[in-house]
């Protein structure tokens, strides 16, 4: 079955340092892969994606997140956290070349970590 | 970017009521729209898949005569509760998409859902 897994129920960072939310998944073929925050009660915000091209994609708030082809993994990134970074993040995946047109082309979701930025 | 509005964004009452939930997509055609359910501390659940003009797709144990679902437009789909009872108190969270799969999907804002 494909999956999504975020190992991390939990992160735990001070303020000013790095931060990394694991992803690895089981999708076959090439999929697309997607991070999500969501704040307390409040719908998911897309934050980045990987299409095709560089490993390396950056997106909103000064996210970034480093596909591993071999790893099927996606982790998600931050040079500095802030505390108002603090949020759940998900990591989606959905299979390529699959339009939507019935729930096989929607997104797999990982269960999320809650990511926790104390000052 | 994409806006994806939900509402309302909080319901409260009573066991038997029937409840209806927008979602529309404010500045693109959403060919598709996703309705989700969200426990606390939990993932997101799919409940259904909706294409404009045709029957919603629902997910294996979700009871399309209790969750009503209609994509009547390419700008709103609806999804209706009904006689609702304390046990489908939770959040539920929409997401529409134009269609593209290398494309996000966005998401509503979510509505909290509480049945007395």
């Known amino acids: 079955a494909q999956s999504v897994a975020q190992p991390e129920d939990q992160v735990n960072v001070a303020e000013g340092n790095p931060l990394t939310v694991k992803c690895t998944y089981s999708v076959s073929g090439n999929p697309y892969l997607f991070w999500y925050v969501q704040y307390p009660n409040r719908g998911l915000q897309f934050l980045l994606k990987y299409i095709t091209g560089d490993n390396l994609v950056k997106g909103s708030y000064g996210f970034e997140a480093e596909f591993n082809k071999s790893q099927t993994s996606f982790h998600l990134k931050k040079p500095s956290a802030l505390v108002s970074d603090s949020a759940l993040y998900f990591c989606?995946?959905?299979?390529?070349?699959?339009?939507?047109?019935?729930?096989?082309?929607?997104?797999?979701f990982g269960k999320g970590t809650k990511l926790s930025v104390k000052p | 970017g994409a806006v994806v509005s939900q509402h309302p964004s909080r319901v409260i009452c009573k066991s038997g009521t029937s409840v209806k939930i927008e979602c529309r997509s404010l500045?693109?055609?959403?060919?598709?729209m996703f309705w989700y359910r969200q426990f606390p501390k939990k993932s997101l659940m799919l409940m259904a898949t909706?294409?404009?003009?045709?029957?919603?797709?629902?997910e294996q144990g979700v009871e399309k005569d209790k969750f009503l679902i209609n994509h009547a437009s390419l700008t709103l789909s609806t999804l209706t509760v009904t006689s609702a009872h304390p046990e489908d108190s939770s959040f539920y969270i929409c997401?529409?998409?134009?269609?593209?799969?290398?494309?996000?999907?966005?998401f509503g804002d979510g509505t909290r859902l509480s049945i007395l």
């Open positions: 989606a995946v959905r299979p390529r070349f699959m339009n939507y047109g019935g729930s096989q082309g929607n997104l797999i």
């Open positions: 997401s529409a998409s134009g269609g593209r799969s290398n494309q996000p999907q966005h």
């Open positions: 500045d693109f055609q959403a060919t598709t």
């Open positions: 909706s294409n404009e003009g045709s029957k919603a797709t629902y």
